[in-house]
């Protein structure tokens, strides 16, 4: 059997380099004897590794000095919880609402503190991004929390709003390292990687410090406390070792080929390829407005189930598989992040003119 395209959402491709140089490692790494599954995380192997990996994400991201950098364990979802436990002072937060995560991260933060959802684009299906201007963000709120990709329903922020100077929060489990950030602009950043950093696993979390706070309520758990981590430099208890490790190498891998600039500038011309492709087929079509289109999750339709099911079974016999779209949209979705190559953009478009031309 050969690799396919694998359009999947999440957990989602890694770079065949990635594999194949984790493949050469993987009885003995470097000079250790062992399978960096099997080592101690603080033998000066381990240590090597999960450090390289910090100094390589942080020159990717530029990130500025002031800011940690911490692998956690728990998926994007657990920083639903973390995030209002660590921040909340004032006891509220607000919150824009543009899709499935965003409305768990919401429920999520009621439990711990008073939500205002400034904005939602849920009366149209969450093909849009509302507009926001910072006199929506009252000072008397801790932080604005916003999801930048919309991994479902396909949009992306176009701008980063205005918040009125009240802290910044993001999740960017789908977008990360797609596309330069300032990440200065943010107080808090947080990233599953399994999207497009590396296996599922670990979760990156940037904060900056002044949002790491020690006094927090009694009940809120050691380990999901951003402090708990920031003073042992993930280091606490055992991290998922081996996710970070092929993290790493992710990393290496990106720096290689330019870092994130020239990512985007592939990235853009792969979204741009299918989206074109989009807006001129007779069959397909994009759900997302113009201004708001992900440049690395696509969801399209063909306006009737049949004809999606059907899409969706050829796609997969000709080498193009987990296009379907999310369950809560139907119709079909293509995941392009970093390591989905334009090679197998091109392969998914070249089968759709083949699909159309069959069912004109
Ligand atoms: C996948 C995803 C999540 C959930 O991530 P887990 O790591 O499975 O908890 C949250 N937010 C966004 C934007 C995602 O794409």
Known sequence: MERVYNFAAGPACLPEEVLKKAQAEFLVYGESGMNVMEMSHRSKDYLGIIQEAEADFRALLKIPAGYKVLFLQGGASTQFAAVPMNLSQKGKAHYVNTGNWSKK???????????????????????????????????????????????IYGTRFPYLPDTNGLPLVSDMSSCILSEVIDVSKFALIYAGAQKNIGPAGVTLVIIREDMIREDLPAFVPTMLKYKTHADENSLYNTPPTYAIYISGLVFKHLLSLGGVPAMQKINERKAKKLYDYLDESQLFSATVQKEFRSIMNVPFVTGSEELDAAFIAGAKKAGLVNLKGHRSVGGMRASIYNAMPEAGVQALITYMKAFELDNK
């Open 105 to 151: 991260a919401i429920g999520e933060a009621k439990k711990y503190l008073s939500v205002n959802v400034v904005a939602s684009s849920e009366d149209k299906t969450f093909s849009y991004i509302p507009a926001l201007d910072s006199s929506m963000f009252a000072p008397d709120a801790d932080y604005v929390h916003i999801t930048s990709n919309n991994t």
